[in-house]
């Protein structure tokens, strides 16, 4: 999701609205048909409800990304009309555009905030110049995704939406040789989740005084998934998908479902 590049091959070329319009509607005809001539297919209809959904998806895009509707107290609370930083402005809208998503009932939405937020200018992997780089990043991310959280519970959106901030590793707690940055961590790090099923105001697992390693309650990946795959209202141990001729699960065969951070 971009709020700089339009979203490519939205419009029919040389197909006026109407004519689209009455495509679809007899498309849609043919397709009912195909499944009365076919019934029980499940994997038939399974299909024509896919297109369908895709192609409503595809019309809504406009409008969803219209950010001219949104009052200007929105777009200053998230940032959105920063002009000395435009990298920031340009993350803002597309915090904006994930919650208007969400009002529309889209299920799913993933942001990225990175080496594209910035400009392609840095990234979050601190190797080099872990300070320089990270108050950077942090200048373009913390307002617009603290409004993005707000403005959910505010809808009453955070009810129903579950939250999950995440990254692939940490960072170690001391300097890597030669620079002023860190290498990765991947024994002791942080992930959270707020909005739906989630505690409130819980921090569970503990890492060693350097910061290095866990040392409490610890939790291999595997239990974060089954954590989220539970409050999706999917029971990861029966949810397997086949790899090598094998059925595995997302979770392997250790995660288990961190019930402490739970409501």
Same mark, same amino acid.
């Given at each position: 999701?971009?709020?700089?590049? &339009?979203?490519?091959?939205?419009?029919?070329?040389?197909?006026?609205? $109407?004519?689209?319009?009455?495509?679809?509607? !007899?498309?849609?005809?043919?397709?009912?048909?195909?499944?009365?001539?076919? &019934?029980?297919? %499940?994997? !038939?209809?399974?299909?024509? $409800?896919?297109?369908?959904?895709?192609?409503? =998806?595809?019309?809504? /895009?406009?409008?969803?990304?219209?950010?001219?509707?949104?009052?200007?107290?929105?777009?200053?609370?998230?940032?959105?009309?920063?002009?000395?930083?435009?990298?920031?402005?340009?993350?803002?809208? @597309?915090?904006?555009?994930?919650?208007?998503?969400?009002?529309?009932?889209?299920?799913?939405?993933?942001?990225?905030?990175?080496?594209?937020?910035?400009?392609?200018?840095?990234?979050?992997?601190?190797?080099?110049?872990?300070?320089?780089?990270?108050?950077?990043?942090?200048?373009? =991310?913390?307002?617009?995704?603290?409004?993005?959280?707000?403005?959910?519970?505010?809808?009453?959106? !955070?009810?129903?939406?579950?939250?999950?901030?995440?990254? #692939?590793?940490?960072? =170690?707690?001391?300097?890597?040789?030669?620079?002023? %940055?860190?290498?990765?961590?991947?024994?002791?790090?942080?992930?959270? =989740?707020?909005?739906?099923?989630?505690?409130?105001?819980?921090?569970? %697992?503990?890492?060693?005084?350097?910061?290095?390693? $866990? /040392? *409490?309650?610890?939790?291999?990946?595997?239990?974060? @998934?089954?954590?989220?795959?539970?409050?999706?209202?999917?029971?990861? #141990?029966?949810?397997?998908?086949?790899? @090598? %001729?094998? *059925?595995?699960?997302?979770?392997? /065969? #250790?995660?288990?479902?961190?019930? *402490?951070?739970?409501?």
């Amino acid at each position: 999701m971009s709020s700089k590049d &339009p979203v490519r091959h939205l419009s029919a070329p040389g197909v006026s609205t $109407a004519e689209d319009r009455a495509a679809r509607t !007899l498309l849609q005809r043919m397709n009912a048909r195909h499944l009365e001539m076919n &019934p029980g297919d %499940g994997k !038939l209809a399974a299909r024509i $409800a896919s297109y369908e959904l895709a192609a409503r =998806m595809q019309l809504s /895009v406009p409008e969803i990304n219209d950010l001219s509707t949104e009052p200007a107290h929105i777009l200053k609370s998230y940032g959105a009309d920063d002009t000395l930083n435009p990298d920031k402005a340009a993350f803002a809208k @597309n915090c904006i555009l994930a919650r208007r998503l969400i009002e529309r009932g889209v299920r799913f939405v993933q942001l990225f905030n990175g080496a594209y937020a910035s400009g392609g200018k840095l990234n979050w992997d601190g190797h080099n110049e872990l300070k320089e780089q990270y108050d950077i990043h942090a200048a373009i =991310m913390d307002q617009p995704a603290a409004a993005l959280i707000r403005d959910l519970r505010q809808r009453g959106l !955070l009810e129903e939406t579950l939250v999950v901030w995440c990254t #692939e590793f940490g960072r =170690m707690p001391f300097f890597q040789k030669g620079s002023f %940055g860190r290498d990765h961590n991947p024994d002791g790090f942080t992930c959270w =989740m707020t909005g739906a099923g989630i505690k409130p105001g819980v921090s569970h %697992g503990v890492t060693d005084d350097l910061g290095q390693k $866990a /040392v *409490q309650d610890i939790h291999p990946l595997y239990d974060f @998934n089954a954590t989220i795959l539970h409050l999706l209202g999917l029971d990861h #141990e029966r949810l397997t998908f086949e790899h @090598n %001729g094998v *059925q595995r699960r997302l979770t392997n /065969v #250790e995660g288990h479902v961190i019930r *402490q951070v739970l409501a």
